[in-house]
């Protein structure tokens, strides 16, 4: 985990929320709980490498594989 990409994003997220909360005090609750669930989850994406892991065709392999060999037997 990069410190400073995850430090830089949750500087990012907190300016968005002071940003756009004075506007979302008339809105309902769903929305606002929406507009930070999906901030976390951006919080949290900016906690792993992306561009190094693998991708799900990878998972599904490592994944299937015990089975397909079992298959074949």
Request: proline content about 0%.
């Given at each position: 985990m990069k410190w400073a990409a995850?430090?830089?994003t949750?500087?990012?997220?907190i300016l968005?929320?002071?940003y756009e909360w004075p506007r979302m005090k008339q809105k309902p609750v769903k929305e606002k709980l929406?507009?930070?669930?999906l901030l976390l989850i951006g919080l949290l994406l900016s906690m792993f490498n992306l561009q190094e892991m693998a991708g799900p065709t990878s998972w599904i392999e490592a994944l299937f594989r015990p089975l397909g060999e079992f298959m074949e037997r």
């Open positions: 995850f430090l830089s949750a500087f990012i997220i968005i929320i002071l929406a507009l930070i669930s």
